[in-house]
Protein backbone atom coordinates (compact mmCIF):
# COMPACT_ATOMS: atom_id res chain seq x y z
CA UNK A 1 0.00 0.00 0.00
CA UNK A 2 3.00 2.16 0.60
CA UNK A 3 4.35 1.91 -2.41
CA UNK A 4 1.19 3.17 -3.83
CA UNK A 5 1.49 6.20 -2.56
CA UNK A 6 4.91 6.99 -2.94
CA UNK A 7 4.04 5.61 -6.68
CA UNK A 8 0.87 8.34 -6.81
CA UNK A 9 3.24 11.00 -5.37
CA UNK A 10 6.12 10.48 -7.86
CA UNK A 11 3.49 10.71 -10.75
CA UNK A 12 1.64 14.10 -9.11
CA UNK A 13 5.17 15.72 -8.80
CA UNK A 14 5.77 14.94 -12.70
CA UNK A 15 2.51 15.92 -13.55
CA UNK A 16 2.85 19.39 -12.00
CA UNK A 17 6.74 19.73 -13.27
CA UNK A 18 5.28 19.43 -16.65
CA UNK A 19 2.35 21.56 -16.63
CA UNK A 20 5.07 24.17 -15.13
CA UNK A 21 7.46 23.77 -17.89
CA UNK A 22 4.48 23.98 -20.54
CA UNK A 23 3.90 27.19 -18.75
CA UNK A 24 7.33 28.32 -19.13
CA UNK A 25 7.47 27.04 -22.80
CA UNK A 26 4.25 29.70 -23.47
CA UNK A 27 5.51 32.31 -22.07
CA UNK A 28 9.03 31.87 -23.92
CA UNK A 29 6.82 31.42 -27.30
CA UNK A 30 5.17 34.95 -26.21
CA UNK A 31 7.91 36.90 -25.31
CA UNK A 32 10.17 35.92 -28.06
CA UNK A 33 7.07 35.37 -30.80
CA UNK A 34 9.13 36.53 -33.81
CA UNK A 35 9.51 34.29 -36.82
CA UNK A 36 11.92 33.98 -39.96
CA UNK A 37 10.73 34.20 -43.66
CA UNK A 38 13.78 33.72 -46.11
CA UNK A 39 13.83 36.52 -48.68
CA UNK A 40 13.47 35.40 -52.19
CA UNK A 41 13.69 31.75 -50.79
CA UNK A 42 16.54 30.47 -49.03
CA UNK A 43 19.54 30.84 -51.87
CA UNK A 44 22.68 31.63 -50.43
CA UNK A 45 23.87 27.83 -50.62
CA UNK A 46 25.69 25.89 -52.68
CA UNK A 47 24.08 25.58 -56.83
CA UNK A 48 20.85 27.43 -55.82
CA UNK A 49 19.45 31.03 -57.08
CA UNK A 50 17.40 33.93 -55.80
CA UNK A 51 13.40 32.86 -56.39
CA UNK A 52 14.69 29.46 -57.83
CA UNK A 53 12.77 25.85 -56.80
CA UNK A 54 15.43 24.70 -55.33
CA UNK A 55 15.72 28.20 -52.66
CA UNK A 56 12.00 27.41 -52.09
CA UNK A 57 12.60 23.63 -50.72
CA UNK A 58 16.20 25.09 -49.13
CA UNK A 59 14.00 27.08 -47.10
CA UNK A 60 11.80 24.71 -46.56
CA UNK A 61 14.60 22.09 -45.18
CA UNK A 62 15.42 24.89 -42.90
CA UNK A 63 12.00 24.69 -40.71
CA UNK A 64 11.50 28.65 -41.25
CA UNK A 65 7.77 29.70 -41.22
CA UNK A 66 8.00 30.69 -44.95
CA UNK A 67 9.64 31.52 -47.89
CA UNK A 68 8.84 35.19 -49.91
CA UNK A 69 9.02 35.36 -53.21
CA UNK A 70 8.39 37.85 -56.30
CA UNK A 71 5.73 37.41 -59.23
CA UNK A 72 5.56 39.46 -62.29
CA UNK A 73 3.29 38.88 -65.38
CA UNK A 74 4.40 38.76 -68.74
CA UNK A 75 2.26 40.97 -71.55
CA UNK A 76 0.31 37.69 -72.35
CA UNK A 77 -0.45 37.24 -68.62
CA UNK A 78 1.48 34.38 -67.69
CA UNK A 79 2.64 34.51 -64.34
CA UNK A 80 6.37 34.32 -62.94
CA UNK A 81 8.67 33.88 -60.32
CA UNK A 82 11.47 36.64 -60.94
CA UNK A 83 12.53 40.00 -58.92
CA UNK A 84 13.29 42.64 -61.34
CA UNK A 85 10.88 44.02 -63.60
CA UNK A 86 13.21 42.68 -66.31
CA UNK A 87 14.37 39.41 -67.24
CA UNK A 88 17.66 39.19 -69.33
CA UNK A 89 17.17 42.09 -71.33
CA UNK A 90 13.24 41.80 -71.71
CA UNK A 91 10.82 44.31 -69.89
CA UNK A 92 8.74 41.46 -68.71
CA UNK A 93 4.87 43.32 -68.28
CA UNK A 94 5.64 44.06 -72.15
CA UNK A 95 7.29 40.70 -73.41
CA UNK A 96 5.11 37.30 -74.40
CA UNK A 97 6.10 34.28 -72.41
CA UNK A 98 7.17 32.21 -75.13
CA UNK A 99 10.37 34.48 -75.96
CA UNK A 100 11.41 34.01 -71.73
CA UNK A 101 10.40 30.61 -71.42
CA UNK A 102 13.19 28.93 -72.01
CA UNK A 103 15.83 31.43 -69.98
CA UNK A 104 17.62 30.08 -67.32
CA UNK A 105 18.52 31.35 -63.68
CA UNK A 106 22.02 32.06 -63.05
CA UNK A 107 21.99 28.42 -61.48
CA UNK A 108 20.99 26.46 -64.68
CA UNK A 109 17.13 26.28 -63.38
CA UNK A 110 14.46 27.22 -65.93
CA UNK A 111 12.30 30.29 -65.08
CA UNK A 112 10.14 29.52 -62.81
CA UNK A 113 6.27 29.94 -63.83
CA UNK A 114 4.19 30.81 -60.42
CA UNK A 115 2.33 27.90 -61.09
CA UNK A 116 5.44 25.51 -61.25
CA UNK A 117 6.40 27.39 -58.25
CA UNK A 118 3.68 26.46 -56.03
CA UNK A 119 2.99 23.18 -57.52
CA UNK A 120 6.50 22.54 -55.89
CA UNK A 121 5.44 24.31 -52.46
CA UNK A 122 2.44 22.71 -52.23
CA UNK A 123 4.75 19.60 -51.51
CA UNK A 124 6.71 21.41 -48.76
CA UNK A 125 4.03 21.15 -45.93
CA UNK A 126 4.39 23.70 -43.28
CA UNK A 127 6.17 26.10 -44.91
CA UNK A 128 4.06 29.33 -45.76
CA UNK A 129 4.10 30.67 -49.22
CA UNK A 130 4.89 34.57 -49.37
CA UNK A 131 3.64 35.97 -52.59
CA UNK A 132 5.06 39.56 -53.59
CA UNK A 133 2.79 40.79 -56.59
CA UNK A 134 5.29 43.68 -58.15
CA UNK A 135 3.33 46.50 -59.28
CA UNK A 136 2.78 46.87 -62.55
CA UNK A 137 4.07 49.88 -64.96
CA UNK A 138 1.06 51.85 -66.06
CA UNK A 139 -0.78 49.46 -66.34
CA UNK A 140 -3.63 49.27 -63.21
CA UNK A 141 -5.40 46.81 -65.02
CA UNK A 142 -3.05 44.48 -65.98
CA UNK A 143 -1.94 44.72 -62.11
CA UNK A 144 -5.39 44.11 -60.70
CA UNK A 145 -5.82 40.83 -63.36
CA UNK A 146 -2.65 39.66 -61.99
CA UNK A 147 -4.20 39.69 -58.45
CA UNK A 148 -7.12 37.76 -59.91
CA UNK A 149 -5.28 35.39 -61.50
CA UNK A 150 -2.94 35.08 -58.54
CA UNK A 151 -5.77 34.30 -56.15
CA UNK A 152 -7.43 32.12 -58.60
CA UNK A 153 -4.63 29.85 -59.16
CA UNK A 154 -3.96 29.43 -55.18
CA UNK A 155 -7.91 28.41 -54.64
CA UNK A 156 -7.64 25.92 -57.79
CA UNK A 157 -4.83 25.02 -56.15
CA UNK A 158 -6.48 25.03 -52.80
CA UNK A 159 -3.59 26.27 -50.97
CA UNK A 160 -5.58 29.32 -49.43
CA UNK A 161 -4.26 28.73 -46.06
CA UNK A 162 -0.75 28.50 -47.43
CA UNK A 163 -0.69 31.82 -48.87
CA UNK A 164 0.51 35.09 -47.59
CA UNK A 165 0.47 37.84 -49.62
CA UNK A 166 2.89 40.82 -49.69
CA UNK A 167 2.59 43.78 -52.52
CA UNK A 168 4.65 47.61 -52.79
CA UNK A 169 1.35 48.54 -54.58
CA UNK A 170 -1.42 49.80 -52.26
CA UNK A 171 -4.33 48.55 -54.86
CA UNK A 172 -3.14 45.23 -55.25
CA UNK A 173 -2.49 44.99 -51.52
CA UNK A 174 -6.31 45.87 -51.14
CA UNK A 175 -7.56 43.61 -54.08
CA UNK A 176 -5.53 40.56 -52.55
CA UNK A 177 -7.71 41.61 -49.02
CA UNK A 178 -11.23 42.00 -50.82
CA UNK A 179 -10.75 38.65 -52.85
CA UNK A 180 -9.17 36.99 -49.60
CA UNK A 181 -10.43 38.56 -46.59
CA UNK A 182 -9.34 35.24 -44.45
CA UNK A 183 -5.23 35.78 -45.81
CA UNK A 184 -2.77 37.73 -43.91
CA UNK A 185 -2.02 40.65 -46.73
CA UNK A 186 0.95 43.32 -46.00
CA UNK A 187 1.97 46.14 -47.60
CA UNK A 188 5.67 46.77 -48.29
CA UNK A 189 6.10 50.58 -48.98
CA UNK A 190 6.25 51.89 -45.69
CA UNK A 191 4.69 55.58 -44.61
CA UNK A 192 1.36 54.43 -43.17
CA UNK A 193 0.66 53.43 -39.83
CA UNK A 194 -1.05 50.10 -39.09
CA UNK A 195 -4.35 51.55 -38.51
CA UNK A 196 -4.74 53.01 -41.50
CA UNK A 197 -3.57 49.99 -43.46
CA UNK A 198 -6.15 47.96 -41.08
CA UNK A 199 -8.84 50.62 -42.49
CA UNK A 200 -8.47 49.81 -45.91
CA UNK A 201 -8.77 46.20 -45.07
CA UNK A 202 -4.81 45.35 -45.30
CA UNK A 203 -4.12 43.20 -42.05
CA UNK A 204 -0.16 43.38 -41.82
CA UNK A 205 2.51 45.70 -42.92
CA UNK A 206 6.01 44.30 -44.03
CA UNK A 207 8.57 47.44 -43.97
CA UNK A 208 11.81 48.24 -44.18
CA UNK A 209 14.12 48.35 -41.30
CA UNK A 210 15.04 52.16 -41.46
CA UNK A 211 10.83 52.35 -41.21
CA UNK A 212 10.43 50.46 -38.22
CA UNK A 213 13.28 51.84 -36.49
CA UNK A 214 12.03 55.30 -36.78
CA UNK A 215 8.72 54.11 -35.83
CA UNK A 216 9.14 51.57 -33.01
CA UNK A 217 5.71 51.94 -31.57
CA UNK A 218 4.03 50.39 -34.91
CA UNK A 219 5.09 46.98 -34.08
CA UNK A 220 3.13 47.12 -30.44
CA UNK A 221 0.33 49.02 -32.18
CA UNK A 222 0.12 46.17 -35.47
CA UNK A 223 -0.19 44.29 -32.20
CA UNK A 224 -2.65 45.81 -30.71
CA UNK A 225 -5.01 45.66 -33.62
CA UNK A 226 -4.21 41.91 -34.28
CA UNK A 227 -2.31 42.35 -37.76
CA UNK A 228 1.06 41.39 -38.58
CA UNK A 229 4.27 43.09 -38.54
CA UNK A 230 7.31 42.19 -40.74
CA UNK A 231 10.49 43.62 -41.15
CA UNK A 232 13.24 43.48 -43.96
CA UNK A 233 15.46 42.34 -44.96
CA UNK A 234 17.63 42.45 -42.25
CA UNK A 235 20.90 40.30 -42.20
CA UNK A 236 22.87 42.24 -39.84
CA UNK A 237 23.27 40.37 -36.67
CA UNK A 238 23.15 43.63 -34.35
CA UNK A 239 20.20 44.94 -35.97
CA UNK A 240 18.11 41.42 -35.33
CA UNK A 241 18.88 41.61 -32.00
CA UNK A 242 17.84 45.32 -32.04
CA UNK A 243 14.36 44.32 -34.06
CA UNK A 244 13.63 41.14 -31.83
CA UNK A 245 13.28 43.24 -28.72
CA UNK A 246 10.04 44.70 -30.28
CA UNK A 247 8.87 40.63 -31.08
CA UNK A 248 7.87 41.45 -34.73
CA UNK A 249 5.70 38.90 -36.02
CA UNK A 250 8.38 38.13 -38.62
CA UNK A 251 11.78 38.91 -39.69
CA UNK A 252 12.61 38.49 -43.29
CA UNK A 253 16.15 37.47 -44.22
CA UNK A 254 18.69 36.72 -46.80
CA UNK A 255 20.56 34.70 -43.88
CA UNK A 256 17.71 32.41 -42.36
CA UNK A 257 19.38 29.63 -40.54
CA UNK A 258 21.64 32.65 -38.62
CA UNK A 259 18.25 35.05 -37.92
CA UNK A 260 16.82 31.56 -36.46
CA UNK A 261 20.05 30.76 -34.31
CA UNK A 262 19.75 33.89 -33.02
CA UNK A 263 16.09 33.98 -32.16
CA UNK A 264 16.72 30.80 -30.14
CA UNK A 265 19.46 31.54 -28.16
CA UNK A 266 17.08 34.76 -27.18
CA UNK A 267 14.24 32.12 -26.06
CA UNK A 268 17.01 30.23 -24.33
CA UNK A 269 18.25 33.33 -22.25
CA UNK A 270 14.39 34.39 -21.32
CA UNK A 271 13.67 30.34 -20.32
CA UNK A 272 16.66 30.27 -18.06
CA UNK A 273 15.27 33.51 -16.82
CA UNK A 274 12.35 32.13 -15.98
CA UNK A 275 13.37 29.03 -14.62
CA UNK A 276 15.36 31.25 -11.95
CA UNK A 277 18.70 29.32 -13.97
CA UNK A 278 20.30 32.94 -14.62
MG1 LIG B 1 10.37 40.40 -52.77
Same mark, same amino acid.
Given at each position: ??? *? =??????????? !???????????????????????????????????????? $??????? %?????? @? /?????????? *????????? %??????????? !?? /?????????????? &??????????????? $??????????? $?????????????? &??? +????? #?? !????????? %?????????????????????????????? @????????????? =?????????????????? #?? $? +??????????????? #??????? %??????????????????
Amino acid at each position: MKK *I =WILAACALLFF !ISGCKGNKIEKQVNQMVGTQVIAHRGYWKCEGSAQNSISS $LRNAHKS %GVYGSE @F /DVQITADSVL *IVNHDNDFK %GHIINLTRYEV !IK /DSLLPNGEKLPTLE &EYLTAGKKLKGLQLV $LELKPVKDNPA $LEQYAVEKCVEMVK &EMK +LEKRV #DY !ISFSLEACK %GFAALMPEASVAYLGGYYMPIELLEMGING @FDYHYNEVLMNRF =WVDEARNYNMTSNIWTVN #DS $L +LVETLLVGNPTYLTT #DNPEEVT %GQIEALKERVRKRLTGEE
